[in-house]
């Protein structure tokens, strides 16, 4: 058979043996093309994943071949999500403290132009102002007790160099010796009563300044708490006495900010009384201290003074080998 008769299938399989063809792959498509008397022949061949140049990855085919390929995932929210999220809860914090803090506020104002009614405790109100005045008095005992520490600390020191100064004399004077000492003597004396007394009246400082600054002020705390609960109170009891019909969500708040104001009340009338308790017990020992030490150094009894600091169990200057103006 001549190259005139042959079929045009024997030709393109003689070209392909002879690789007088050619193929280009893409990505969708193997094209082969045939010159075949002068006419182009076309065959497309379409892909399949085994022509791929690359192969696919363990990941990808698994990928593929799963089920779920095309399902998204959980929802999670973005930060901006979660921002708005705790910001709501914030602005919903910030309206319930704005509402709260307009309604005390308004019955604050209304109270003192005398357009609207406050809960009253005649009795407890009264020994609130008590021991507000009480602790005012005690600042003031313990104003002028350090004053005096801190005068008579001044006395002492001078008492001690003068004892220094008159001792010193005693070597350098002969003849004036016998009277220099005496005087030195006395000096040491006053200064080791001196430090005694001191240190009493600073245990008396002390003390006193535990009972204002510590016990009363705790007291006290609970107190500013009773009232501010009294005026959140009395902000919704007039916001019940006003709305109508009766709302639920003002009776309940009314009812919780009622039982604060209860709870609070009582815990100030207990607290109050164990104060007062001791209060008299701890100023009852300090001023006896006071009063004892005092009269002992000024009248020159020593011996009632060191009595005083033992049965106080003060510590005085000697048992310490260390001099209070040594500080």
Known sequence: MTSEHKSIHQLLKESSSNNEGFQVE???SVVVMQNVNDMKTTRIIPNNLSLRTNPISNA????????????PFSPVLSPSQEFLKNGASKVDALKNWSI???????????????????TTNTELEQQINDLRETQRKYHSILRLSRTFSTHF????????????AFSDLAQK???????FLYNAETQRNLTKNGEILLNAINFFISSVNTLCNKTIEDTLITI????NARIEF??????????????????????????????LRSDVMVKMQFLDENRIKVMHKQLLLFHNAIAAYFSGNATLLESTIKQFSIKSPNSTGQSFLEH
Request: proline share 3%.
């Open 224 to 227: 500013r708490q009773f009232e």
């Open 153 to 164: 600390h001044q006395v002492v020191a001078t008492q001690h160099a003068l004892a220094e």
């Open 173 to 179: 004077s002969p003849e004036l010796q016998e009277e």
């Open 234 to 263: 009395d902000a919704w009891r007039a916001d019940q006495m006003s709305s109508h019909p009766a709302n639920e969500e003002v009776q309940r708040n009314f009812s919780k900010h009622k039982e604060a104001y209860e709870k």
């Open 60 to 71: 990808e085919s698994a990928y593929i071949s799963s089920p779920h390929s095309q399902t």
């Open 26 to 28: 893409t990505s969708s």
């Open 100 to 118: 709260s803090t307009y309604k005390c506020t308004r019955q604050v104002i209304l109270e003192k132009v005398g357009k609207t009614d406050r």
